[in-house]
């Protein structure tokens, strides 16, 4: 492999669990602590599984006959469960208001 390759596995890692995050902390008011911490986590474990489940690693590097994840970028299916996971766990646990008990946003 060569560096440019290693270059693109990293940026679609960090943005697979990172900009999901970033996003809904500035444009979306009910983005709980436990939804950016479920979204990144879900970003970056799909991104990682992915990423070995590639043909150029999963072929080329463990040696089997056919890859298990075809397609090449793996941002295509990491990115919407990060969104998806960060939007359904704060939409399912919303954070309270330590005075008051209300929930916030």
């Known amino acids: 492999m060569n ?9 679609s890692i960090s943005a697979s669990a990172m900009f999901p995050i970033l996003l809904l902390s500035l444009y979306w008011k009910p983005l709980a602590t436990w939804g950016a911490i479920a979204g990144g986590s879900a970003g970056l474990l799909s991104a990682v599984a992915a990423l070995v489940l590639r043909p150029d690693i999963w072929v080329t590097v463990l040696g089997h006959t056919s890859a298990a994840f075809p397609a090449q970028y793996l941002t295509i299916l990491a990115m919407p469960l990060a969104f998806g996971s960060a939007i359904l766990i704060s939409l399912l646990r919303p954070e309270r208001c330590p005075a008051t008990g209300a929930r916030s946003g």
């Open 3 to 11: 560096v440019s390759i290693l270059a693109v596995f990293a940026l």
